[in-house]
Nanobody
Framework: QVQLVESGGGLVQAGGSLRLSCAAS????????MGWFRQAPGKEREFVAT????????YYADSVKGRFTISRDNAKNTVYLKMNSLKPEDTAVYYC??????????????WGQGTQVTVSS
């Protein structure tokens, strides 16, 4: 089991940038695919991006493609989500998850507590 702690959320103006971090503990991090999801109030949790265990393969939701970048540093047991050109519709709680390269939340076995991202117009 991997324990995950997100950080880096906050309030930003539209067009701005943020970088989220997800620190993992546990021996299986470097062999685990990782993902980022988000959930806005009243909406279901939705896929944002995933990255393979090596970092060699990434996959993005169409809504963030070209604006967000997922990366990882296995030496630091950390996965990142760099978010550029933020829009008000990106406002949500962002969650880090471990265990799959698939875009479905049910494929992931470990979740962080989430970090709030608010984009003002």
């Amino acid at each position: 089991q991997v324990q995950l702690v997100e950080s880096g959320g906050g309030l930003v103006q539209a067009g701005g940038s943020l970088r989220l971090s997800c620190a993992a503990s546990g021996r299986t991090f470097s062999s685990s695919a990782m993902g980022w999801f988000r959930q806005a109030p009243g909406k279901e949790r939705e896929f944002v991006a995933t990255i393979s265990w090596s970092g060699g393969s990434t996959y993005y939701a169409d809504s963030v493609k070209g604006r967000f970048t997922i990366s990882r540093d296995n030496a630091k047991n950390t996965v990142y989500l760099k978010m550029n050109s933020l829009k008000p519709e990106d406002t949500a709680v962002y969650y880090c998850a471990a265990g799959s390269h698939a875009p479905q939340p049910k494929s992931f076995g470990s979740w962080g507590q989430g970090t709030q991202v608010t984009v003002s117009s």
